[in-house]
């Protein structure tokens, strides 16, 4: 895909492996935006710094949660 001239993220979400208890539990069992805003304002900071990464042409992918 990215030998098409699109940009491929992979974005960590709340409640994610290889994150302490403490960061683990306040997503458990307690998705609700799974951390949707923070991605959000991700590509906001990505657009500020990289005039070329547009943000009205973002699609986002993803299972369970991450699909949100």
Partial sequence: VAELGFIVVQI??????NRSKAFHDV???NLKDAGF???ILWHRAVAERYPYYDT???GIYG???GGQ
């Fill in 63 to 65: 299972t369970s949660a």
């Fill in 27 to 29: 997503a458990w069992k």
């Fill in 56 to 58: 009205t042409r973002v």
């Fill in 37 to 39: 805003p923070d991605r």
């Fill in 12 to 17: 960590d979400g709340m409640g994610t492996s």
